[in-house]
């Protein structure tokens, strides 16, 4: 069997950012942030990535983290739990709490390096899915989509869906990961990604001019 690229030595938890202004831990290493609507799957994603039972809490009650949970994993990166939005039923106040919060983290942090954005295979994406991974897109940060509870669905209704999410957020269906939290499915290609995107070198850097780099294969 393959090496696990993403081997767990230890995590520690180094606390919640509350508000856009509000405290957050000192930046010390890569930092690789967890989106997705409210009752995705994003806890129990996160759990089976770091091979933990519960270290984000999975609920029944969806909207439950409101706050930004930060985790250091080995010396390597620190993962970032961001809250999920836009639930229906919570009022119209809370639904744009978020915003600021999610918006003011991904634009203020100096070494985010990826995006885990996270899409339940069953249902199209929302307006607030597709503003984030427009305002994503925007920002340039490396962005990966994974499409959770891939259980729920036979292998054809399965890539049936993966197309139509593909094709309505404009990625490639190829770049779209396939996960289960039921069956560990998707696992080690999820955790192979986020390495890759933390070995990286910065995206805000200057990138290569056209020309001076090698040229692409095919191109
Ligand atoms: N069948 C199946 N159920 C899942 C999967 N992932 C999550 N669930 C279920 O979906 C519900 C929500 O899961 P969570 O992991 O708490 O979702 P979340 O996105 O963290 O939700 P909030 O933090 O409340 O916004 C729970 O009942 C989970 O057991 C999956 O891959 N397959
Ligand atoms: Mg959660």
Redesign the pocket.
């Known amino acids: 069997m393959a090496k696990d690229p993403l081997v767990i030595r230890h995590i520690d938890y180094l606390g919640p950012m509350a508000t856009a202004e509000g405290w957050r831990p000192e930046v010390t290493l890569p930092e690789i942030a967890f989106a997705?609507r409210?009752?995705?799957?994003?806890?129990?994603?996160i759990n089976k990535l770091t091979r933990r039972k519960a270290l984000?809490r999975?609920?029944?009650?969806?909207?439950?983290?409101r706050e930004i949970h930060f985790f250091r994993v080995n010396d390597d990166f620190v993962l970032v739990d961001l809250p999920?939005y836009g639930?229906a039923r919570i009022a119209k106040e809370r639904k744009a709490e978020w915003k600021p919060l999610i918006e003011g983290f991904l634009s203020q942090s100096p070494r985010l390096q990826g995006i885990v954005q996270l899409l339940d295979v069953r249902h199209d994406p929302t307006i607030d899915d597709l503003e984030m991974l427009e305002y994503l897109a925007e920002i340039g940060v490396p962005t990966l989509v994974v499409v959770?509870?891939v259980?729920?669905l036979n292998k054809s209704e399965r890539w049936k869906r993966i197309v139509a999410i593909a094709h309505q957020t404009g990625v490639d269906d190829d770049q779209v990961i396939p996960?289960?939290?039921?069956t560990g499915e998707g696992r080690d290609e999820l955790a192979e990604a986020v390495m890759q995107i933390v070995k990286m070198p910065d995206w805000r850097l200057p990138q290569p001019v056209e020309g001076e780099a090698e040229p692409e294969a095919g191109e």
């Open positions: 997705g409210s009752n995705v799957g994003k806890s129990s994603l984000a999975v609920s029944k009650t969806p909207g439950r983290t999920g639930y959770t509870k259980d729920k996960f289960s939290a039921e």
